[in-house]
């Protein structure tokens, strides 16, 4: 498995928004794009004094299935519009690691 982990920031006021997006059209948007190697997501959240800061954590089957939803040059961020209009700031490149060890519990 491939774990993909990204960032982005919002302000306070911005952040039940922007999870509301992520939860309702982002994520289905990737699971529609990247077909069977997409395997789910997390979403963490993060207070500070005046920013919420995200990180997602995007799960695929194999390397060829993050290919498929993220293309040649899979380190790109995916931000789509919608979702910048509520960031104040994001990771433009995106960390991915291969999984070697874990508990489903």
Do not use: K
């Not at 289905?28 to 069977?36: D, N, T, Y």
């Not at 005046?50 to 899979?74: H, K, M, N, P, Q």
């Not at 380190?75 to 874990?102: I, K, M």
């Amino acid at each position: 498995m491939i774990v993909r982990l990204w960032h982005g920031w919002t302000t306070p006021e911005n952040a039940t928004e922007y999870e509301r997006l992520v939860a309702e059209e982002v994520f289905p948007e990737i699971a529609r794009e990247a077909g069977e190697g997409y395997e789910g997501y997390e979403l963490g959240r993060r207070d500070h004094d005046e920013t919420v800061e995200y990180v997602t954590i995007t799960r695929f089957d194999s390397w060829e299935g993050l290919e498929a939803f993220a293309g040649e040059d899979y380190e790109q961020a995916h931000v789509p519009s919608n979702a910048r209009a509520l960031l104040a700031e994001f990771d433009e490149r995106a960390h991915h690691y291969e999984v070697r060890d874990g508990d489903s519990t």
